[in-house]
């Protein structure tokens, strides 16, 4: 299974998704600020490998502290850090929340135990979502037919999680099973997500794959080289509304017209019961020199303005089933995931 990401004691190890897939390129996080700044640069991005990310911030930033230093302090320093550094994604706040449970329970070990237990937590957090992905690809490919052809947009695979993906796991799960499939893949402006890195991914697993431009969607769907759409996701609310990476609203609306099947699939950590609608989700907006610049090269002028918000929000009516690790939920979404929470 591909490396996303590593816990190596007094390190954190992760493949510089910036950098795929010309170059396979690790980089060694020695302390928690860097695990931060990794997370923000997208070094490693994809919610759920944000969230192990996080928790490993988190262990090793306490793991650095001395006998003599304000656990409390130190603790609550290194958890705002990193809650600081991407705010759309629900798994990054979950597993900082159960990082922070994990400290408040056993603040008064001694530090060498209360040490061992915060890297034994992270630990369960980067196991748990690789099991909890095959589950989701367990129970996911029964949506896909032997010869479907299937559009994702961005990268919902072994590089956005701890290993296997979500989006790319039901497909594994569906190829594995000896379904003869056939991936689309948006290539996923500004950051290229789709081109990069689940066209690598899929490569690397010989899955048959096919790029395309993130504006061909509505022609391959017209033609009828489609037959199914599935994302995953960054922060499911209440009704169902999704938050997933900009362009993805786009797909859905047009798998609605031509009335194809859109999944979401994420685990049930991407979910967040306290907001209602998807217009309560902070998007987040990156830099617009993103947007200008491809593979380092301005596309405009210099002094153009541009928009980048990084994540858009999918309204429920377009979504016709959310595979979790616990089952399918269908709409209506506020009962059905209700049950599975
Ligand atoms: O900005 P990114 O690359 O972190 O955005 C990632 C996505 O939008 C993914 O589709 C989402 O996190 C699901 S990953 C299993």
Known sequence: MLPTIEWDRDKV?????????????????????????????????GAPAVGVAA????????????E????????YLIYRRLKKTRPTARN?????????????ENRNLDIFRLKERLIQEALAIEREDIEKNKKIGFLGKQLIKDGDSILTHCNAGALATAGY???????????EEGKRIQVYADETRPFLQGARLTCWELDKENIPVILITDNM???????????????????????????????????????????????????????????GQGNQILIEERDPQEVK?????????????????????????????????????????????????
């Not at 990054?92 to 408040?104: D, G």
């Not at 918000?309 to 979504?319: G, L, N, S, W």
Request: charged share 25%; net charge positive.
């Open 293 to 341: 610049e491809v593979g380092g090269r301005c596309i405009t002028l210099p002094h153009v303005k541009a928009l980048n918000p990084a994540f858009d929000v999918t309204p429920a009516k377009y979504i016709s089933a959310i595979i979790t690790e616990k089952g399918i939920a269908r709409p209506p979404f506020e009962k059905s995931l209700t049950k599975l929470m």
């Open 55 to 66: 928790a490993f911030g988190v262990a090793l930033g306490m793991m650095k502290i001395g």
């Open 217 to 275: 969607a509505g022609y391959l769907m017209q033609k009828g080289m489609i037959s199914l759409v599935i994302t995953g996701a960054d922060r499911i609310v209440r009704n169902g509304d999704t938050a997933n990476k900009i362009g993805t609203y786009t797909v859905a609306v047009l798998a609605k017209e031509n009335g194809l099947p859109f999944y979401v699939a994420a685990p049930l950590a991407t979910i967040d019961f306290n907001l």
């Open 165 to 175: 993906g979500t989006a790319l796991g039901v497909i594994r799960a569906a190829v």
């Open 92 to 104: 990054l706040f979950w597993a900082l929340e159960r990082m922070k449970k994990i400290f408040e």
């Open 13 to 45: 190890i992760m493949i510089d998704q910036r950098k795929l897939p010309e170059e396979e390129v690790y980089v060694e996080c020695k302390d928690y600020s860097q695990v931060a700044e990794a997370i923000e640069k997208m070094v490693i991005r």
């Open 68 to 75: 003599e230093e304000k656990r409390d302090k130190e603790f």
